[in-house]
C-alpha cells in the first residue's frame, strides 16, 4: 500500500510543480504583445475622438518640428514598424526612449548614433520577435485623413528632453480627429503611422497610447395632447297663459396640450481605451494572483516531494 502511495505521490509532485512554474511565467508571456495596439474606434457623424500619441524620429540630424506635423500616407519602414514594435511590448518606449530611439536611427541610417546601445542592439536584433499586427478593422486612419473622411487636429505638441542629443528626438502630443462625415465611421489606428514634417525639419513614426472618444448624441421626443369637449343644452317650454321659456346651454371645452422634446449630446468624452503600461510598470502585475498561485504550488510540489524522501528515510 505505501508503494503505491509513493508511486502516486512522485507524478503528482512533479505535475504540481510544472503547472506553478507555468503560472509564475505566463503574465509575462501574456502581458507582451497584449498592449502594442490600440482598438479601433467608432466616431459619431460630426463627432470627434482625442488620441494621446507618441512619436520617434525617423531622419537623424534634421531639426525637430515645432509644430504638429500632418498625417502621412507615405510608408514606414516595415523594420521601423518592427522596431517600434517590440519596444513598445517591452516598454522600452517608456523606460528607456532613447535606446528605441537608437535601434530606428540604425535601420534608417545603418549606423549607431552612440557608443552606449547596448539596449537598442537588443531592440534590434530582436524586432522579427514583435507581437503581430492583428487583423485590419475599419478604415485606418490614414486612409480616412487622405480621403477627408475625418480631420486631424494637434492640442498639444510636447518634445521629450533632447539630451543625449543636440535636439529633440521623440515627443508626447494630443490630436482631435473628427468625424467630417454624415454617418457613424470606425477607424483603425494601426502602430507605425508616417508623420510628415516640412522639408527641413524631421519626419516622424507615431504610435496610439490612449483614446478618448466622445459618445454620440441621443435625442428623446414624447408629445401628449389631450383634448375633451362637453356640450350640454337643457330646454324647457310650459303652455298656459304665461309663457316660460327656459334654455340653458352649457358649453365646456377643455384642450391640454403638452409636448416635451429632450436633446442631450455628450459635450465631454466618455469612452476611454488607455494601453496598459509596459517595462518599468510591469504589465504582469495585474496577474499577480497567477504569479503567487503558481508559487503555492511550486512550493507544495516540492513539500510534498521531500515528505516522500523523509518517509522513505523512516
Excluded at 510544472?18 to 495596439?37: F, I, K, R, Y
Excluded at 496610439?208 to 448624441?217: G, R
Amino acid at each position: 500500500m505505501k508503494r503505491v502511495t509513493f508511486s502516486l505521490r512522485w507524478p503528482l509532485s512533479v505535475a504540481l510543480v510544472l503547472c506553478g512554474v507555468l503560472l509564475a511565467v505566463a503574465p509575462n508571456s501574456w502581458a507582451q504583445g497584449t498592449q502594442v495596439d490600440a482598438q479601433p474606434i467608432t466616431i459619431g457623424a460630426g463627432k470627434d475622438a482625442t488620441i494621446t500619441i507618441k512619436a520617434f524620429c525617423v531622419e537623424y540630424g534634421k531639426p525637430f518640428a515645432s509644430t504638429f506635423p500632418q498625417v502621412s500616407s507615405n510608408a514606414v519602414d516595415p523594420q521601423v514598424i518592427q522596431i517600434l514594435r517590440y519596444a513598445i511590448s517591452k516598454g522600452y518606449t517608456d523606460s528607456d526612449p532613447y535606446q528605441v530611439q537608437l535601434a530606428i536611427w540604425r535601420q534608417t541610417t545603418g549606423e549607431w548614433k552612440a557608443a552606449d546601445h547596448a539596449r537598442a542592439e537588443e531592440i534590434f536584433n530582436n524586432r522579427g520577435q514583435a507581437p503581430a499586427a492583428p487583423a485590419a478593422s475599419g478604415t485606418s486612419i490614414v486612409q480616412a485623413a487622405a480621403a477627408n473622411n475625418i480631420q486631424v487636429t494637434s492640442q498639444s505638441w510636447t518634445p521629450l528632453p533632447a539630451a543625449p542629443e543636440g535636439q529633440p528626438w521623440a515627443a508626447n502630443g494630443q490630436l482631435r480627429v473628427t468625424n467630417a462625415g454624415s454617418s457613424d465611421l470606425t477607424v483603425s489606428l494601426p502602430t507605425g503611422i508616417y508623420i510628415d514634417a516640412p522639408a527641413a525639419q524631421q519626419d516622424m513614426v507615431m504610435y496610439v497610447t490612449s483614446v478618448q472618444a466622445q459618445a454620440t448624441s441621443t435625442v428623446a421626443a414624447t408629445a401628449t395632447t389631450a383634448a375633451t369637449a362637453t356640450p350640454a343644452a337643457t330646454a324647457t317650454t310650459a303652455a298656459t297663459a304665461t309663457t316660460a321659456a327656459t334654455a340653458t346651454t352649457a358649453a365646456t371645452a377643455t384642450v391640454a396640450a403638452t409636448a416635451t422634446r429632450a436633446a442631450t449630446t455628450a459635450p465631454t468624452a466618455v469612452a476611454t481605451q488607455t494601453l496598459p503600461k509596459t517595462g518599468g510598470d510591469n504589465p504582469a502585475d495585474s496577474f499577480q494572483w497567477l504569479t503567487l498561485l503558481g508559487a503555492a504550488l511550486v512550493a507544495a510540489g516540492l513539500g510534498l516531494a521531500l515528505f516522500r524522501r523523509a518517509e522513505t528515510r523512516a
